[in-house]
């Protein structure tokens, strides 16, 4: 099914050994087209996240995850694949990937790939032969075509919606010229989704996995993992299901976490631990935290991405529940929490906390929208990492957040290429705003990313106040807060930790974990601090009062004696 490559003699991985790094890692998802350019044509590549790995390093992640660099025709960011074992040109060569996991794995860092296993590109040439095929036959089989509904056909098989809007469905045009049968695609039209009941769709994925294993790979990220398996018979379904998937009714929608999924993941994980060191599968999948929770039992994936976490609202009550909830599940299946706040699919955490009230993640902001407020948006994105990176388990970090990056809410739309735009009719704007290319130095026409004079999607004049070497020796900037969070939970041992609540007043959020007290102040007023407080950093300065929209880590006085000095180095960067 998909064309085969070859592949190198299994490889042992570089990092040193720890089967359990996973429980405690802080990944730093990486986005290969807007990350780094190195052959001038204003979209990254390869050889461009090479020669930027000292940045992660410094940073202090353990890992990063790779997002799709596989041949495709872009239709959505590279999460159309047209073929799973290969390099898209466009980002270089087989031997560039080598060269990345090597240099990645000297550094200490683990690399982890996007795995699309729910649906692949219409220009997959397994895809290409079920079109040429007639209804019925062998090529068919290994997608979801139907023949329609109505008298004549022409009504799609079932009323479900693409979660890019419009029909899930798809109608063909057969050999001889007449309308035919129609495809599913869960996403967009030129995302056919694969079915998964039919074993050759199996054994091509396992083929899949072992090739990027034998290179050395440290584990994949699965997109969409939930929508693998669809309710036999494709049932109707009525209802919206955008978001965090909830049962309806007791009722889980039909194109989402059915039982037959967590059989392959079994099959996966058993795959995965043939191999030498500690390989990975970490879970897309937005799902409710209980449910979430069963992907993750011990046999099945490592992680799941906590989405009810990320699109919570910056409301003390909210996270204290989500916190507790979700700790919970993952506890009662003895898996970590995977926390994170902000990826290539929703706005950025410094831009939707810089708005009061409900955002719509997925949608984008143009620039006739209510813009948010970018001040506090970066005051309480900081303070809500500092939260983040204290709590137990893994955490992962989307690109250019540790650079305080806000979405890019002017975009021009003729400049949009998410394709919700179109499939809305201009309704929603979609996720280009936070797929910019990042700002590595504060001059130059596309401030150190390429040296070409644009880039595929173009940056904001204000993302030069944001770059990376403007923010590198300020102890004051945002990317200097990251690095010392990292450095302190590594330090104070806080993904292995274990969370105590401590009775406070409405709108804080208050806990240990392990020395480590952790002060949040969602109120709009300043509180104290205990007066045996040793200040080990802050989101915004503090002295013997914790500000509005704030973290604070401290330890008491008695664990750190002789040291008087109660407040934070660490204060804001400046914004537009």
């Not at 997109?223 to 909830?246: F, I, M, S, T």
């Not at 595929?456 to 900037?477: C, F, H, I, K, V």
């Amino acid at each position: 099914m998909t064309p085969a490559d070859s592949t190198p003699a299994p490889v042992a991985n570089g990092p040193a050994a720890d089967d359990s790094w996973w429980r405690t890692a802080v990944i730093y998802q990486v986005y290969p087209r807007s990350f780094a350019d190195s052959d001038g044509d204003g979209t990254g590549d390869l050889p461009g996240i090479t020669a930027r790995l000292d940045h992660l390093a410094d940073l202090g992640a353990d890992a990063l995850w790779l997002s799709p660099f596989y041949p495709s025709p872009q239709v959505d960011g590279g999460y159309d694949v047209a073929d799973y074992r290969a390099v898209d040109p466009r980002y270089g060569t087989l031997d560039d990937f080598d060269a990345l996991l090597a240099r990645a794995h000297a550094l200490g860092i683990r690399v982890v790939v996007d795995l699309v296993p729910n649906h692949c590109s219409s220009q997959h040439l397994s895809f290409q032969a079920a079109l040429s095929a007639r209804p019925g036959s062998r090529e068919r089989a290994l997608f979801h075509f139907r023949d329609g509904r109505g008298p004549h056909g022409d009504l799609p098989p079932n009323d479900w919606t693409s979660m890019f809007e419009g029909p899930a469905w798809t109608r063909v045009t057969e050999a001889d010229g007449s309308p035919g049968q129609w495809y599913l695609h869960l996403f967009d039209p030129g995302q056919p989704d694969w079915n998964w009941d039919d074993p050759a769709v199996r054994e091509d994925f396992e083929r899949t996995l072992r090739f990027w294993l034998d290179r050395g790979v440290d584990g994949f990220r699965v997109d969409v993992c939930d929508a693998l398996v669809k309710a036999p018979g494709l049932p109707d379904w009525p209802h919206a299901a955008h978001g965090v998937v909830e049962p309806v009714d007791g009722v889980m929608p039909p194109m989402w976490d059915q039982e037959g999924i967590h059989e392959i993941f079994r099959a996966w994980r058993e795959l995965l631990d043939s191999y030498d060191g500690r390989r990975i599968l970490c879970a897309e999948a937005w799902l409710p935290p209980e449910r979430a929770a069963r992907i993750i039992r011990a046999d099945e994936m490592h992680q799941a991405f906590n989405f009810r976490f990320l699109e919570t609202p910056w409301r003390p009550d909210a996270l204290r529940a989500v916190i507790d909830e979700s700790l919970a599940a993952n506890d009662a299946v003895g898996a970590p929490t995977t926390w994170v706040l902000s990826n290539h699919d929703v706005m950025r955490h410094a831009s939707r906390f810089g708005y009061e009230g409900p955002v719509a993640l997925e949608h984008g902001v143009g620039a006739d929208d209510p813009q948010p407020d970018r001040a506090l948006g970066l005051r309480r994105a900081r303070a809500a990492t500092a939260l983040m990176l204290a709590l137990p388990g893994s955490a992962y970090l989307y690109q250019g957040e540790e650079l305080g990056l806000p979405e890019a809410t002017d975009l021009p739309d003729s400049a949009r290429q998410d394709p919700v735009w179109e499939r809305s009719g201009h309704r929603i704007r979609g996720r280009d705003g936070c797929r910019i290319p990042l700002p590595w130095t504060a001059d130059g026409p596309t401030l150190g990313f390429s040296s070409a004079s644009t880039t595929w999607l173009p940056q904001p004049s204000y993302y030069a106040l944001y770059a990376a070497d403007a923010q590198r020796d300020d102890p004051a900037s945002t990317l200097t807060l990251y690095r010392r969070l990292l450095h302190l939970r590594r330090r104070y041992a806080l993904g292995a930790g274990e969370l105590h609540w401590i009775p406070s007043p409405t709108g804080l959020l208050h806990f240990t974990n392990g020395p480590v007290e952790v002060l949040s102040n969602l109120t709009p007023t300043p509180v104290p601090l205990p007066p045996t407080a040793h200040v080990l950093i802050a989101s915004t300065p503090v002295t013997d009062e914790v500000p509005p929209d704030a973290t604070v880590w401290f330890t008491s006085e008695a664990e750190n004696p002789g040291s008087p000095d109660r407040t934070s180095s660490v204060a804001p960067v400046t914004t537009a």
